[in-house]
T-cell receptor, first 114, second 114 residues
Framework: EAAVTQSPRNKVAVTGGKVTLSCNQT?????MYWYRQDTGHGLRLIHY???????EKGDIPDGYKASRPSQENFSLILELATPSQTSVYFC?????????????FGPGTRLTVL | GDSVTQTKGPVTLSEGTSLTVNCSYE??????LFWYVQYPGEGPQLLFK?????EKGSNRGFEATYDKGTTSFHLQKASVQESDSAVYYC?????????????FGAGTQLIVIP
């Protein structure tokens, strides 16, 4: 059974609208991450969390907020969506610290902002 | 900062031929190195990781040696199959990060023709 799930899988939004992407993990991992994937850039870190109630900025946080209400759930929020935020978004969870441990990824959400 | 550079794709090969995807990294610390693979419609998944310099990792016929001297971690496979068609990411794990931070290369798409 999938340990990291994302919803929705596909989303079309209008410029200026609010978008919420949701992620749920059943791995019981403390760390969770949001990335976006764009051709030529690989995966870039937007926000991350060490546990319930915590969120931290990654490398490209502008225009995004995050929320971690519980161990299992981590949301990415676009308050005012723009066409430049059209991308594929991945959520991941990980247990380890110090860069040793594997991260487990969800299947992704394809977001199109018109 | 930490960075990873890898072969620019797509790489197109015939079934049964050999594969090399070059990967070079830059860092001031002593990282763990990973190869992740992403199949169409899925999130990235771990292929294998190597935490120590001069050691080799392998999985499913793929292998790579962590070369600290040349700061390289090239992915190789002796005989590719159509099912190997995917995007391959070279990834650097930041050991200094309590977050378990990963730095992704841009990815290399492999297309294997039967």
């Amino acid at each position: 059974e999938a340990a990291v799930t994302q919803s929705p899988r596909n989303k079309v939004a209008v410029t200026g609208g609010k978008v919420t992407l949701s992620c749920n993990q059943t791995n019981n991992h403390n760390n969770m991450y949001w990335y976006r994937q764009d051709t030529g850039h690989g995966l870039r870190l937007i926000h991350y969390s060490y546990g319930a109630g915590s969120t931290e900025k990654g490398d490209i946080p502008d225009g995004y907020k995050a929320s971690r209400p519980s161990q299992e759930n981590f949301s990415l929020i676009l308050e005012l969506a723009t066409p430049s935020q059209t991308s594929v978004y991945f959520c991941a969870s990980g247990a380890g610290t110090g860069g040793y441990a594997e991260q487990f990824f969800g299947p992704g959400t394809r977001l199109t902002v018109l | 900062g930490d960075s990873v550079t890898q072969t620019k794709g797509p790489v197109t090969l015939s079934e049964g031929t050999s594969l090399t995807v070059n990967c070079s990294y830059e860092t001031k610390q002593y990282p763990t190195l990973f190869w992740y693979v992403q199949y169409p419609g899925e999130g990235p998944q771990l292929l294998f990781k190597v935490p120590k310099a001069n050691e080799k990792g392998s999985n499913r016929g793929f292998e790579a040696t962590y070369d600290k001297g040349t700061t390289s971690f090239h992915l190789q496979k002796a005989s590719v199959q159509e099912s190997d068609s995917a995007v391959y990411y070279c990834v650097l794990g930041d050991r200094g990060s309590a977050l378990g931070r990963l730095h992704f290369g841009a990815g290399t798409q492999l297309i294997v023709i039967p």
